[in-house]
Each structure stands twice: as structure tokens, then as C-alpha cells.
């Protein structure tokens, strides 16, 4: 099971433990089912509809100011005002509506694209499909590490154990044998969502969704309530505060405008204004919409955010801890090498069809101990290379049944594969493991294995991964439960090739540019590890082997890790220690994994990566996202992404808080100052309308900076918005404050106080334009920005400025307005002011940029 593409098809149902060919359902017959039952899916509360959307953002404080504000218009008996407010209200909540729902749909998609794969049998052929497409009486393949797609009883299997404490409460794994052998305690019956965590069989599905065991525990998931990031903790906070600081001052200014004798009603029209400018309501829309397209834009390059939080962590990554095989290399294994007894074959020396008796012996013992039906790439390849074989070696093996499977543990890292050989043999068992699990299992002296070691050693060098055989007989008529109690005697080595992924070593001189660190840790050689670590452009002159972690205690191995990049032989268990370890040294940490075992380390890493196309439910289930191409370099691309989406969001918070200052200064300081005028909620909600979109469309298309993957990773406790943006956002909204009230100083000497009004609303929008363009860009200024290509912030400023010049000079929409039209002339001086009361800040941005220039010049001076 996994993520793979729907309905691919992956092979030819075995004739698994000699249970019979089953064909299982036809493709028609399962259509039929499916819509006669509906799909194998929980009820879920994730999604919400428009309808949703729209009650929510109908109840959020923003939406409660406009609907006062129109209320009070009408009880001034302004008609006119109310209508116009409410229908900019209407605005307001469309553009919401249309926001939240792209991200919606964005979050959506993710789901469908990160829903597990069953692997069923249909019209005889194994084909992955969407786990939601399982049907009653369909055959479902399981294996070590799935979950169960739905209820149903087991009708093949050997070994099969599953973990149900999710029904339960019990942690221990329950054993299941096949419907026709059940007994001594064991149940044939699995259930949806339980773990498979040993053996692999075939079931037949009973019962989907709702109607299964866990269908009633899936109703009561369904309400639970998702948590919150820590970013969206923060934010909240954040607004609260605001809101909370909003409130006090629009009180303040409403006993203020009381006390000198002003009207009750006006007096609350003020305040809500102010009200209105102070709540930052923008900061939920970027927390909303920013990951969720991010998302999916990372499911474009590969990756499927399972916890959109990851997102955030990424761009702060400082450690990645990756696998060697199938992530740095294509997992495309084929047969290199074979050795036995100093006899030696390789693919570039002379064809499989000459093979020696010895060497012989040692391919096919390997393909005995091989799954014919399984993922594995090395079985595989044994298989493949096996099928070439000439026909004495495998004749004579029509009625040969495979009897026995003896599965990898953490404490024996080979498998064994008992066959019975026909009534008149001995059964044959066949192993394959590791070279010194293997000498383990054959119980050899160190003089006796040091030949082989030796072998090893030398083929690891060459960068192949190596693997041993042996072999042994079974004369009683029973199965042992220790493969240890069989005499095994070894037959000799398999070296396999794994060459590295195309792109691999330019990502890794990519991370290292971008101030991370690649720690590839593998269970395999240490020799084959730096092999590939070299290639891949690891510079690793020695490598961390589990032998000698399991011997450091975690100072030991904290002090070992700061200059090691290549750890070797690793349990799965050793990787929860390395994760700590590092963690402990304040690195920030992402982990790829995909096994049953590497789930604790998956949870323990800051962002846990799973294997889509080889990797286990379990560890996609613990992890935050999920390589579906397994390649390293996607990796890279998410971390890329990862910090183009936390520095937009940077830029669009930065530019929320700078607009907000000067409209609340402008809702304020004109009262304070005896002057007419200038916002009230009609013009506030005016602006509402050009400060949301820029932020949620034309930040979020922002195209990344040049410098992204230069830049150091940022740590992971700063804030979204940090002293430096704080003070960044603040000094552009009073340097643009500054230049719109000097505009309306200026205009009430000169213009009539309508004309004056509209010339320094003018000048706010204009500014609020500027702004955006100011904001694009951390390192580039106004005018270099314009140049780099963003349709949505030219839609989104010429759509501002169109509805400003309607405004204006529409006498319908200006006399709600209360402006008087301004001169052509007073309009475009208008616009300049408030362009050029957003250029200061250029200023900075060179000289920011002359200081990072100067120690570079100084540097090629001195070379």
C-alpha cells in the first residue's frame, strides 16, 4: 500500500503459501458495488462548504463592526451611507468567500492526493488502487506495516500479526491465520485501521466504512477539532491583542468626541472606524490561504504536506537526515557481483549462461529466499537474474512449496525461506541477509569468516550493496520457531548496484549553500555508504557505524555528530538516538523514514518525511510529509518552497501592519486635531477591499527572492513578524501617516473641506499601492520590483486605483463618499505623494545592500 497513482497496475496475483489462484472481483462487478455501497470512507468533518465559510467569516468581530456601522448610518437617517455599507459588507464577505474557499479547495485536493492506496486483486491482476475505491468481497494484499483498507477475513497469510490497540486498548499484536486454519487463539477476522505489524496474506473484504468495526469510533473522530499550528497560535494572539487595543482606543476617542460635545451616534460612527482600522483581520487570511496553496504547490513538485505546521519548519531546517537507498540512489537494484569459495562473476566479465556450479548455487539459493511477489528491489533483481539461469538449476521445482517464512529482526538482519521439497526430500531452507548476520547464522569462527568478511569489505568499497547467502537442510517433518536451529552452511555473496540519483549531488551542494547539513544514515555498508556519499558530494572521511553508537553514551555521540556526515549499519532504533542527539545540539531536524521501525524517530524529527512509493502506512501515518517520488532532491524543492511561502508571508504581514498605521491615523489624528473628517467605516471597508486581496493574492504569487537558497535557515522560535519587520512595518506606516496628514494640512488651506477630504484619501490609497510594490521585494527597491512579473499585484493596484478614480469623480459614489472631485492636476499630485511616501525605505534596501558588498569587494581585493 501507499501512494501511487490509482488503478496502476503492479503484477500477477501470487499463488500465495499455495492457498489457490484467485481472481477476485471483476473491474465491472466492483463499479457495481461501489456504487451500490458508496465509498470505504469514515464520515469526516474536514471538508466545509460554502455555506460554512460564509457563516464563519459572517461571525468574525470584522463583519460585526460593518453590520453596526450600516445599522448606525440608517439610524442617522442616511440611507444612502447604510445601503452603501451594507453592500460593501457583501464585498467583503464575497472576497472572503473566495478566498477561504481556494484554500478549501487547495486543502482539498491534498486530501484526495494523500488518501493510502489498497493493494486489491481484480479480474487476476494486483492493481493499487484509491483506498476509498474498496469494495465488499474484494482481495486485498497486506504486508508488514500496512493498515487494514477495511474489515474482512484472512484467506492466505503466514505469520500474520496485527496491532488493534485502536479498537482495543491492548498493545500487544493479535496472531491471525488464514479462515480454513484458525485455531489455538488465532482469529481469521482483520479490522479497518488496525496494523498489520508482521507477515503479509491475502483478505477478503466483509464490510467498508461506516458498517465497519471502526465506523462508529470514525463518527465521534469526525467532530473532533483539528489542532492549531504554532503559527496560527501566535497570530491569534496577535489579533487579540489588536482587537483588544482597538477596543480601548475606540472607547477613549468615543468619550473624547463626547466630551466635546459631540454627538452620541457620531461619536460611535468614530470609534467604529477606528475600530475597524486597528483589527488586522488580514493576518487569519495569510495564515489560511498562504500554506494551503503551498501545499499544493509541494504536491506539484512531489511532496504531500500532511500537517500544513511543516510548512513553517521547513524554511528552518538546519539538518537534513536522509536514507542512502532509494533516496540518494534510484532503488533500481540489478545483480553486480556474485561470490563464492574465491570464485568470482561480474556483469561486465562474461554472461550468466557460463556460471560456475558454485556461483550457480549462490544465485539460486538468493532467488529461494526471495519473495517472486514482492516490492523489495533486491528480490527483484535476484529474480530477474534468476530467470536467466540455465534450466537444471531450477528444474525439478514444479512441486516445491514454500513452507516457512522467517522475517528480519532487530536483532538478525536476514530472512530465511523454508520450502518443502517433494515427498521424497528434505525440506530446503534458503537465507539472505547482511555478511555478518549471515557468518552469525552459520555459526562461523573468525578465521572461517574472514574470507567472506573480507569479500565483502572489497565489494562495498566498490559502492555495491552487499548481501549473504546460505543455506541449509530440514530432515524433521516439523518447523522450529528460531531459524538459529537450523545448520546453515554459507554459500557465498551477492553485490548488487544502486547507482546514484540524477541531481542528487547538485541538491546536496544546494543545501550546503543554503546553510544546511545532508547526514545520510543507512543500514547498509559503511565502505558502500561512503562510496555513495562521496559521489553524492558528502565529504565523510570515516563513518559512524551502529556497532560503535550503541557503545557512546549521548554526550559521546553529541560530540561525534558535529563533524560526522555518514552513519552506517544503523538500526532503526539508533535513528531516535540520533535525532535526539542532534536536537540536543539545537539543530532543527528533518528525518526521512520507511519502515514500521522508523516511526518514533519520523514523530521525534522536527518535520518527519515519509517514502510515498516504497515506505509503509505507519511511517507515512508519523510522519508531516511524504515523498511521492522518493527522490532526495524533492526534498530540496520542499525546503525551497518552505521558505518562498514563510517569506512571502513575511511581506504580506509587513505590509498589513504599515497600511493599518496610517488609516488608523488618519481615523484618529483629524478629531484629535480638530479637523473635519476624513474615514468613516464607509471609506475604512473602501480599503478593506484593496488591502485583502493584495495580501492574499499578490504577496502569495510573489515570485522568491534570488538570494533564498543563500540565506541561512532562519531559527525556528522567531516570529513571523520580528522586531526588525515590526519596526520595518512601523516606519513605513508613519512615514506614509506623515505625508497624508502634511497632504490634508496642505489641502484644507487651499480646497474646500470635500475636495480636501478626497485629495488626502487620495493620497492614502495611492501610498497603500506603493506600499505593496515597496513590500515585493526585501532586497530590491520600488522600481526594480516593478520588473519582476506578478499579474495579480498589477490587477490588484490598477484595480485600487480604478475604483479610486470612480470614487472620485463618479458624483453618485463621491457624494457618498463626501468628496467633491479633485482637479486632474490635484489627482496626480496626489498619486505621486503617496508613491513617493512609500520610496524612503529604498534608501535602506541599498544601503543594506552596499554593506553586504563591501566585505565581498574586500575579499577580492586581498585574492
Excluded at 500479526?161 to 487463539?185: F, I, M, N
Excluded at 565529504?539 to 552506517?568: F, K, N, P, V, W
Excluded at 535557515?713 to 496628514?741: E, F, K, N, S, Y
Amino acid at each position: 500500500m501507499g501512494y501511487r497513482e490509482p488503478q496502476a497496475e503492479v503484477g500477477i496475483e501470487p499463488n500465495l503459501h499455495q492457498a489457490g489462484p484467485r481472481a477476485g472481483l471483476s473491474a465491472d462487478e466492483a463499479a457495481r458495488r461501489l456504487a451500490r455501497d458508496g465509498p470505504n470512507a469514515l464520515p469526516s468533518g474536514e471538508h466545509r462548504g460554502w455555506r460554512a465559510i460564509l457563516w464563519q467569516a459572517a461571525r468574525e468581530p470584522m463583519f460585526a463592526l460593518l453590520f453596526s456601522a450600516g445599522l448606525l448610518y440608517l439610524l442617522l437617517g442616511e440611507p444612502s451611507e447604510g445601503i452603501l455599507m451594507f453592500a460593501l459588507v457583501l464585498a467583503t464577505l464575497g472576497m472572503t468567500l473566495y478566498e477561504e474557499s481556494k484554500a478549501e479547495r487547495a486543502l482539498d485536493a491534498l486530501r484526495d492526493l494523500s488518501t493510502p492506496r489498497a493493494l486489491v486483486i481484480r479480474d487476476g491482476r494486483r492493481l493499487q488502487v484509491d483506498s476509498r475505491e474498496v469494495v465488499v468481497g474484494d482481495l486485498c494484499a497486506i504486508g508488514e506495516g500496512d493498515r487494514v483498507p477495511a474489515d474482512g477475513v484472512l484467506v492466505a497469510g503466514q505469520e500474520v500479526h496485527a496491532d488493534e490497540s485502536l479498537l482495543t486498548g491492548e498493545s500487544l499484536p493479535v496472531p491471525k491465520a488464514p479462515r480454513q486454519e484458525a485455531a489455538d487463539g488465532a482469529s481469521a477476522t482483520l479490522f479497518s485501521g488496525t496494523l498489520v505489524v508482521r507477515g503479509h496474506g491475502l483478505m477478503e473484504v466483509t464490510a467498508i466504512g461506516a458498517a465497519s468495526a471502526i465506523g462508529a469510533i470514525g463518527q465521534s473522530l469526525a467532530a473532533l477539532a483539528p489542532e492549531r499550528s504554532p503559527l496560527q497560535k501566535q497570530m491569534a494572539s496577535v489579533i487579540t491583542r489588536f482587537g483588544l487595543g482597538g477596543a480601548a482606543l475606540s472607547a477613549l476617542l468615543v468619550a473624547y468626541h463626547l466630551a466635546r460635545g459631540g454627538e452620541l451616534l457620531q461619536a460611535l460612527l468614530a470609534g467604529l472606524a477606528l475600530a475597524l482600522a486597528l483589527l488586522p483581520e488580514e493576518f487569519a487570511v495569510v495564515l489560511a490561504l498562504f500554506p494551503a496553496l503551498g501545499a499544493s504547490r509541494l504536491a506539484r513538485a512531489n511532496v504531500l504536506t500532511r500537517q500544513l505546521a511543516a510548512i513553517e519548519t521547513l524554511g528552518a531546517t538546519t539538518v537534513l537526515c536522509v536514507d542512502k537507498t532509494g533516496t540518494l540512489t534510484e532503488n533500481r537494484m540489478s545483480v553486480a557481483a556474485l561470490y563464492a569459495d574465491g570464485a568470482q562473476w561480474q556483469t561486465d566479465e562474461r554472461s550468466i549462461h557460463t556460471l560456475p556450479d558454485p556461483l550457480a548455487a549462490v544465485l539460486d539459493a538468493g532467488v529461494l529466499a526471495s519473495r517472486a511477489d514482492g516490492f523489495e528491489p533486491m528480490d527483484q533483481a535476484l529474480h530477474r537474474l534468476g530467470a536467466a539461469l540455465p534450466a537444471p538449476a531450477a528444474s525439478g521445482r514444479a512441486d516445491w512449496s514454500l513452507a516457512r517464512e522467517y522475517g528480519m529482526s532487530a536483532d538478525l538482519r536476514a530472512v530465511a525461506h523454508g520450502w518443502h521439497a517433494g515427498a521424497s526430500q528434505a525440506a530446503v531452507v534458503a537465507a539472505k541477509g547482511a555478511p555478518e548476520a549471515i557468518v552469525d547464522l552459520c555459526h562461523l569462527s573468525a578465521a572461517a569468516a574472514a574470507p567472506l568478511l573480507a569479500e565483502a569489505d572489497a565489494m562495498a568499497a566498490r559502492g555495491l550493496r552487499v548481501l549473504g547467502v546460505a543455506q541449509a537442510r530440514n530432515e524433521a517433518g516439523q518447523w522450529p520457531d528460531a531459524v538459529h536451529d537450523f545448520d546453515f552452511s554459507p554459500l557465498g555473496l551477492v553485490g548488487f548496484a544502486d547507482p546514484l540519483r540524477a541531481g542528487v549531488a547538485q541538491a546536496v551542494a544546494e543545501c550546503r549553500t543554503a546553510g544546511m547539513r545532508v547526514m545520510m544514515i543507512t543500514g547498509d555498508y559503511p565502505a558502500t555508504a561512503l562510496n555513495i556519499g562521496r559521489e553524492a558530494g558528502l565529504a565523510a572521511a570515516e563513518a559512524l557505524t551502529g556497532t560503535s553508537l550503541a557503545a557512546m553514551d549521548d554526550g559521546e555521540l553529541e560530540r561525534s555528530l558535529a563533524h560526522i556526515d555518514i552513519c552506517a549499519r544503523i538500526a532503526p532504533a539508533q535513528k531516535l538516538r540520533i535525532v535526539r542527539a542532534l536536537q540536543h545540539r539545537g539543530e532543527i531536524v528533518a528525518m526521512t523514514g520507511d519502515g514500521v521501525n522508523d516511526a518514533p524517530a519520523l514523530q521525534a524529527a522536527h518535520v518527519g518525511i515519509a517514502m510515498g512509493r516504497r515506505g509503509t502506512d505507519v511511517a507515512r501515518e508519523a510522519a508531516d510529509l511524504v515523498l511521492t517520488d522518493d527522490h532526495f532532491a524533492s526534498i530540496v524543492r520542499a525546503v525551497r518552497v518552505g521558505r518562498h511561502i514563510y517569506a512571502n508571508m513575511r511581506k504580506a504581514m509587513v505590509y498589513i501592519v504599515a497600511v493599518h498605521v496610517p488609516t488608523a491615523g488618519l481615523a484618529l489624528l483629524p478629531l484629535m486635531l480638530g479637523w473635519p473628517v476624513v474615514l468613516g467605516p464607509v471609506h475604512i471597508v473602501f480599503l478593506e477591499l484593496v488591502i485583502d486581496p493584495a495580501c492574499a493574492l499578490a504577496f502569495e504569487n510573489e515570485a522568491e527572492e534570488p538570494d533564498l537558497m543563500r540565506r541561512p535557515p532562519r531559527p525556528r522560535d522567531a516570529p513571523l513578524i520580528d522586531r526588525h519587520a515590526l519596526l520595518l512595518a512601523l516606519g513605513q506606516g508613519l512615514a506614509v501617516l506623515a505625508a497624508v496628514i502634511g497632504a490634508y494640512a496642505w489641502a484644507l488651506g487651499a480646497l474646500p473641506p470635500a475636495q480636501a477630504r478626497a485629495f488626502a484619501f487620495a493620497v492614502l490609497v495611492s501610498a497603500n499601492v506603493g506600499l505593496i510594490f515597496g513590500n515585493r521585494s526585501q532586497t530590491l527597491t520600488l522600481f526594480e520590483a516593478l520588473r519582476l512579473p506578478n499579474r495579480i499585484a498589477w490587477l490588484v493596484a490598477g484595480a485600487a486605483l480604478a475604483a479610486l478614480a470612480a470614487v472620485l469623480y463618479l458624483e453618485s459614489l463621491a457624494g457618498l463618499f463626501r468628496f467633491t472631485q479633485p482637479s486632474p492636476q490635484q489627482a496626480l499630485a496626489a498619486l505621486c505623494l503617496g508613491l513617493a511616501a512609500a520610496l524612503p525605505f529604498d534608501l535602506l534596501k541599498l544601503a543594506r545592500r552596499r554593506t553586504q558588498a563591501a566585505p565581498a569587494s574586500s575579499v577580492r581585493r586581498q585574492e
